[in-house]
């Protein structure tokens, strides 16, 4: 199943592939989810945040689009490097071929080289599945989806007929002044897929309120699909009513008769009606202050927001987020910034730029016994603060921050210092975790041996864990393997937890992470 846009991007292509993918998943059926982004970059693991949101870590160790975290929360699969490649990632193979002299002097080409590739890619990925769903990214008629949109042309043409569907998500706007509904973007939009060979099985319509039976009628006379085909998803008090929303109109029928899939059992949607049904009748509400450095853009903390809303959910409490500028805050007015807060979260992040908003935040909710949860750089902060205010370490600091500091109590891994390269190289993907049984990780967890997600070159400095201890620091848990330190937290705080890993890559609305869902239960406590 080909997932394209139109009209314009961020319509919300991932989430209707993943609330798909659910739905035939509750049909008893294995899914693979595959997304393609036509953009140069190799992976999106060098890319500002502001500009493509929050950069996923599968277990493996790659770096992927957001849009991966989508698939893992929604559907029961684990992502790898095979579902997720770039246009970077397809020409660099081709080309490294080239050089190779693999194609024995042959003239390489988009059609058939590059197309080649991406078809092979997404086999690939599709590999063990009952159906695959793949996810082209960008807006049909960008120049640089096209060769993606060709591959997929051939690849319709290349396998049986009911092996293939497409279903195209694009705008129906709404004009305000007129109050009317626009269905011709729509009706270019389709154009525009036809014109590269491509007919829609399905339309999936996004749009404020729900599509009128007439606008339907329209769109699909003069997109030459069934009225039925015709899908409104407009806007739903939550992202997890989603799959509910186009299971309610058929959509899974539409594509399984597309594809000819015959054999399968009748959905179960129950966990999602209870996700749908707590997230919306919450009994309790806490407000958390989120301290980072990526705060003008939401998608930059996207795993991250969703793991709190499912901590939210288990608690039956509703999580109100506030994103503070790390570079704003100061002595002087982090308790006028602070003092609304039920607890506060400082998430990941690289480089200095409001390093010192942080450290003060951290200060104020360990002086003020404000549930504190520190996450990879979060984590590093928390070691800081604490170096320089209860173990006296004056001008403690990281190196990644200060070369010079008198105590680096943060520094960068023996494996990282002679990199020069930035892609695709720090320490990534799941690595184990032993906790100690003493500790809020342990009772959180209810086990000893964990495995969590990774991203960062600077760790915990071992020269300091001994003196640092001896001020009162607990160190919670450690990695078995290399002894690196992963979690620390203040046994005579309230909740005071910091983790070096990434604990919101593995949050699931009907399966709230442990750590966030103890957080808040810690800031509801507070709060009361």
Known sequence: LFITGGVVSSLGKGIAAASIGSIFESRGLKVSLIKVDPYINVDPGTMSPFQHGEVFVTNDGTETDLDLGHYERFVRFQASKKNNFTAGKVYETVIKRERKGDYLGGTVQVIPHITDEIKSRIKNGAKGADIAIVE?????????????????????????????????????????????????????????????????????????????????????????????????????????????????????????KSLNIKQSKKPNLTDWKRVVQAKLNPKKEANIAIVGKYVELKDSYKSLNEALDHAGIINKAKVNLTFIDAAK????????????????????????????????????????????????????????????????????????????????????????????????????????????????????????????????RFEFNNAYRAELEKNGLRIAGVNPERDLVEIIEIPDHPWFVAVQFHPEF???????????????????????
């Open 506 to 528: 593995k949050s699931k609305p009907n399966a709230a992470h442990p750590l966030f869902a103890n957080f808040i239960a810690a800031a509801l406590k507070y709060k009361k």
């Open 136 to 256: 082209i990214g960008g807006t049909v008629g960008d120049i640089e989806s096209q060769p993606f949109i060709e591959a997929i042309r051939q690849m319709t043409l290349e396998m049986p007929k009911e092996r293939t569907a497409i279903a195209h998500l694009t705008l129906v706007p709404y004009i305000k002044v007129s109050e009317e509904l626009k269905t011709k973007p729509t009706q270019h939009s389709v154009k525009e897929l036809r014109s590269l060979g491509l007919q829609p099985d399905c339309l999936i319509c996004r749009l404020e309120k729900e599509l009128p039976k007439d606008e339907k009628n329209k769109i699909a006379s003069f997109c030459s699909v069934h009225p039925d085909s015709v899908i409104s998803m407009h806007d739903a008090d939550t992202v997890y009513s989603i799959p509910l929303l186009l299971h309610h109109q058929g959509v899974d029928k539409i594509l399984m």
């Open 329 to 456: 805050i100061n002595k002087s007015n982090v308790k006028k910034n602070l003092s609304f807060a039920d607890a506060v979260l400082v998430p990941g992040g690289f480089g200095e730029r409001g390093i010192e908003g942080m450290i003060v935040a951290c200060q104020f909710a360990r002086e003020s016994n404000i549930p504190y949860f520190g996450i990879c750089l979060g984590m590093q902060i928390a070691v800081i603060e604490y170096a320089r205010n209860v173990a006296d370490l004056e001008a403690a600091n990281s190196t990644e921050f200060d070369s010079d500091t008198p105590h680096p109590v943060i520094h960068i891994m023996d494996d990282q210092k002679d990199l020069t390269t930035k892609g695709g190289n720090m320490r990534l993907g799941a690595c184990p975790c032993r906790l100690s049984e003493d500790s809020n990780s342990y009772h959180a967890y209810e086990q000893i041996d964990i495995e969590e997600r990774h991203r960062h």
